[in-house]
């Protein structure tokens, strides 16, 4: 009986392909020590236990050396930083002790600067009335001996006899005597008052003696006469009055110089005699 080729062929299939996927002896060789390599690592049994504890050992000691100088890396970067604010520090320091000294200079400098300033405009105030009183003190001097006039001319005109037809006499002289108050209350206004000293302690600092008589009843250095009025302005004597004093007398005692200003407006200071008024009329 015959047996089919193709059969035959189909029955022996690995004859074929044998012939047809046969690798070369070069490739075999590549092949097999790859396969040994694989199943060298795949199989874990296979390693020895020493090398993998020290291959363990020398990676985490490697692990350890990188972790160490990144640590000495991290800390000479802290390090600088640290420096880096410590200078920052230190001339932060420096620059709020140098303001604090400017503030203080500065303050100090603010308040002389302050006082000066008060100083000045005092000074300056005080200049400015100083100046205002000279010159109303200067017109008022200009016109005390218009007042002196005025009240010379009142006085000469009381002791005229006048009879029924000097009516406008009388006129003529009640006019000048309106105008001499008119003008004395100005000037009161201003300040200025009348030194009339009749009576009173003799005071060289307000009063000019201009003669002297002798009344043994009267107190010693009384002012006797007043030819001419003198004038204060303020506290400041512009004119001092003219006046006879009285010697001879008693001295007067502490007592009665400390109470003038009242004895002066009871009509001024009397002697130890009775007869002291009809020598002051005189």
Known sequence: MKVPIEDADEKKPGTAQSSEAEPSPAGASAATAGAATAAASSAPGDIDPDDDAAMRAAAMKAADEV???EAVEDAKKFRFERD??????SDMTEDIEKAKKEAAESTDRLVRLQADWDNYRRRTAQERLDER???AEKLVVSLLPVIDDMERAL???SG???DATSEQFK?????VSAVHDKMVGVLSKEGVEEINPAGEPFNPLEHQAVGRREDKDAYDETVDQVYQKGYRMGKKVIRTAMVTVTYGGPKRPADAAADKGSDAKDGGDK???SDNDA???K
């Open 160 to 162: 005229i006899e006048k």
């Open 84 to 89: 880096e604010l410590q200078k920052k520090l």
């Open 171 to 175: 006129q003529f002289v009640d006019g």
């Open 133 to 135: 009183e000279r010159a």
């Open 155 to 157: 006085e000469h005109a």
């Open 279 to 281: 020598a002051k009329e």
């Open 67 to 69: 972790l160490e100088q």
């Open 271 to 273: 002697g130890p005699g």
